[in-house]
């Protein structure tokens, strides 16, 4: 298991306080939603570089629009070759917004470069 620099309860409370005054409860536009993803990706990175000098991180954001019938679907995937013991990443979804979802990934990476 990979050290963690923030622990999953405080990326989970970023990520919700985050995308709540971010996105809200907007109605999904697409528009919008590129600068609602720079938003996002800008807020947590400035959180995570708070917490800690010791690691890089990386950071993606997904805006996925549920207002059509039925089930959206998407599939994401990603891969890395990391120090098992220093380095890590960690997923979440977002899902409180009226029609809009989110799907974000947070890697952190151990440097010994502040």
């Not at 690691?55 to 994401?76: E, V």
């Amino acid at each position: 298991m990979p050290a963690e620099p923030v622990s999953h309860e405080t990326l989970t409370k970023y990520c919700d306080e985050i995308c709540g005054d971010v996105v809200g409860d907007n109605e999904y536009d697409h528009e919008a939603s590129t600068k609602w993803n720079g938003a996002i990706i800008e807020k947590l990175l400035a959180k995570l570089r708070e917490e800690t000098k010791s690691y890089k991180f990386i950071t993606y954001a997904t805006l996925i629009d549920t207002s059509a019938a039925g089930p959206s679907g998407i599939r994401t995937s990603s891969g890395s070759y990391l120090n098992p013991e220093k380095d890590g990443v960690w997923n979440y979804k977002w899902d409180k917004g009226s029609n809009v979802s989110a799907i974000i990934s947070v890697a952190w990476i151990y440097s010994t470069q502040a």
